[in-house]
């Protein structure tokens, strides 16, 4: 195996490394088996085994087309510029007001609870972001908020904050409308 080839599969090599790591501390979860419901595992194990499942993608991959037209964080930095690299917008003030929403949803989370605090994370970020239609704002912000609150509370059975009252009832209110889901 060539020096070239073996630098470009390392990073997947060490993904997964990473991701028996993961997958081994995921079989050590506790808890009490209910029949007829996932464990608290089985959702952390499913991912974990994607991302071993493109590492092992990845590295097959470049070992049979030979690492022709790979390009790795390695290789991103090896390259010469073939042509000159168009300079596209920077906006700082979107990234720190993102970042800075990120963190205030992330500490206000418990109080506003999943749903809650979920829809207003969104509309305040499309608004941070620059996209200004109210009516699209307001509305994609209901029906992510919707359809996360049923792939996480329904499916796929994840304990999410509550939040405190007044807020809670707007995680009771989705749980006690189950005929629409």
Same mark, same amino acid.
């Given at each position: 195996?060539?020096?070239?080839?073996?630098?470009?599969?390392?990073?997947?090599?060490?993904?997964?490394?990473?991701?028996?790591?993961?997958?081994?501390?995921?079989?050590?979860?506790?808890?009490?088996?209910? #029949?007829?419901?996932?464990?608290?595992?089985?959702?952390? *194990?499913?991912?974990?085994? @994607?991302?071993?499942?493109?590492?092992?993608? =990845?590295?097959?991959? %470049?070992?049979?087309?030979?690492?022709?037209?790979?390009?790795?964080?390695?290789?991103?930095?090896?390259? =010469?510029?073939?042509? #000159?690299?168009? *300079?596209? &917008?920077?906006?700082? %003030?979107?990234?720190?007001?993102?970042?800075?929403?990120?963190?205030?949803?992330?500490?206000?989370?418990?109080?506003?609870?999943?749903?809650?605090?979920?829809? @207003?994370?969104?509309?305040? /970020?499309?608004?941070?972001?620059? /996209?200004? %239609?109210?009516?699209?704002?307001? @509305?994609?912000?209901?029906?992510?908020?919707?359809?996360?609150?049923?792939?996480?509370? %329904?499916?796929?059975?994840?304990? @999410? &904050?509550?939040?405190? =009252? #007044?807020?809670?009832?707007?995680?009771?209110?989705? /749980?006690?409308? #189950?005929?629409?889901?």
């Amino acid at each position: 195996m060539d020096k070239t080839l073996f630098r470009s599969i390392l990073p997947y090599i060490a993904g997964l490394a990473i991701a028996s790591g993961l997958y081994w501390y995921a079989t050590m979860i506790e808890y009490t088996p209910r #029949p007829g419901s996932l464990g608290p595992g089985a959702w952390p *194990k499913l991912a974990i085994l @994607l991302l071993a499942a493109s590492c092992l993608f =990845e590295i097959v991959r %470049r070992i049979i087309v030979g690492n022709r037209d790979a390009t790795g964080l390695i290789e991103a930095f090896e390259r =010469e510029e073939e042509e #000159p690299v168009q *300079k596209t &917008p920077v906006y700082p %003030r979107m990234l720190i007001g993102g970042i800075v929403l990120m963190a205030i949803y992330a500490v206000l989370l418990p109080y506003l609870g999943f749903i809650f605090g979920t829809f @207003l994370f969104l509309v305040a /970020f499309m608004y941070v972001g620059g /996209f200004w %239609r109210h009516g699209t704002v307001w @509305l994609t912000s209901t029906v992510v908020t919707l359809l996360t609150g049923i792939l996480f509370l %329904r499916i796929a059975y994840v304990s @999410l &904050p509550r939040g405190v =009252e #007044p807020f809670a009832m707007a995680t009771d209110v989705f /749980f006690k409308i #189950p005929s629409l889901w």
